[in-house]
């Protein structure tokens, strides 16, 4: 089993930056490609970034490239997601997830962390 532990949520304003955390414990995820989902209210999950599992390669959802980073230390057993220049719309509770493979679709994931609220006020 993996268990997957967000951190670094918060209250920010407009244009701003936060650091997201992923902390994985129990079995490794350095075999897994992870994934950064997030959720407003009613609105779907919906994709944010993905990382293989190497950190060689990612891809990003159109609403945040070149805003976004995510990255990944496997020794860590952590992955991070660097938010810049943020918006309102970016307001949501932002989930990590662990895959086999990567991918943009939250079904294909296999494992969740419990979320971590980033509100960004305008």
């Known amino acids: 089993q993996v268990q997957l532990v967000e951190s670094g949520g918060g209250l920010v304003q407009a244009g701003g930056s936060l650091r997201l955390s992923c902390a994985a414990s129990?079995?490794?995820?350095?075999?897994?490609?992870m994934g950064w989902f997030r959720q407003a209210p009613g609105k779907e999950r919906e994709f944010v970034a993905v990382i293989n599992w190497s950190g060689g390669i990612n891809q990003y959802a159109d609403s945040v490239k070149g805003r976004f980073t995510i990255s990944r230390d496997n020794a860590k057993n952590t992955v991070y997601l660097q938010m810049n220049s943020l918006k309102p719309e970016d307001t949501a509770v932002y989930y990590c997830a662990a895959a086999w493979l990567m991918a943009t679709n939250p079904t294909e994931y296999n494992y969740w962390g419990q979320g971590t609220q980033v509100t960004v006020s305008s």
């Open positions: 129990g079995r490794t995820v350095s075999s897994k490609s």
